[in-house]
């Protein structure tokens, strides 16, 4: 995935300023259930002190669950030494598509 990383879900809003890219990958991996396995990292792009920083996220996305976490694994630039976790939910899901709309939160403790 290469997907715009935005302030909000709406991408034609004003409000949804998109301030990085997600980027990575994720695979099937459940068994009786639709399952994924995330590796992304998101990727900040905008004019803030964050320009050129990243966050690595690696875990388990469970489509059914309604908030799912997942382990912050990495980081570079102004977030190097951070440290923390994600939480995922589905804001909207298209079936004929597949197109999801999710909101990640990354709680991050830094000096």
Not at 34 to 62: C, E, H, I, R, W
Not at 79 to 101: E, M, N, V
């Amino acid at each position: 995935m290469d997907d715009p990383l935005t302030e909000g879900p709406d991408l034609q809003a004003a409000s949804s300023t998109v301030v990085g890219r997600a980027q990575g990958m994720y695979v099937c991996a459940g068994k009786d259930s639709l399952s994924l396995l995330m590796a992304m990292t998101f990727v900040f792009l905008d004019g803030s002190a964050y320009n050129g920083s990243s966050v690595a996220v690696v875990g388990p996305n469970q489509a059914a669950v309604a908030v799912r976490e997942m382990a912050v694994v990495g980081r570079t630039g102004a977030l190097r030494f951070a440290r923390g976790y994600c939480q995922a939910r589905t804001y909207s899901f298209d079936a004929k598509t597949g197109d999801a709309t999710v909101e990640y939160n990354a709680y991050l403790r830094h000096n």
